[in-house]
């Protein structure tokens, strides 16, 4: 028989890790309407960029 796969775990998902992080401190702004929204996920994402790349790159994905 052939392998099988590794189950799926969002655990171990970079893409999961950093909307995680970014949900987190949305919740943590309390926006209340559109336009805070993208300023709020302006600011946030700038904050995080890097670690962002980190989270792919422990995950094994590499950057050229």
Known sequence: ????????????????MAFAKLKALLRARAVRTIDALRTAIGQICDLFQDECKNYFTAAGYGFD
Not at 1 to 8: E, I, N
């Open 1 to 16: 028989m052939g392998s099988v796969p590794a189950p799926y775990s969002p655990d171990l998902n970079p893409i999961e």
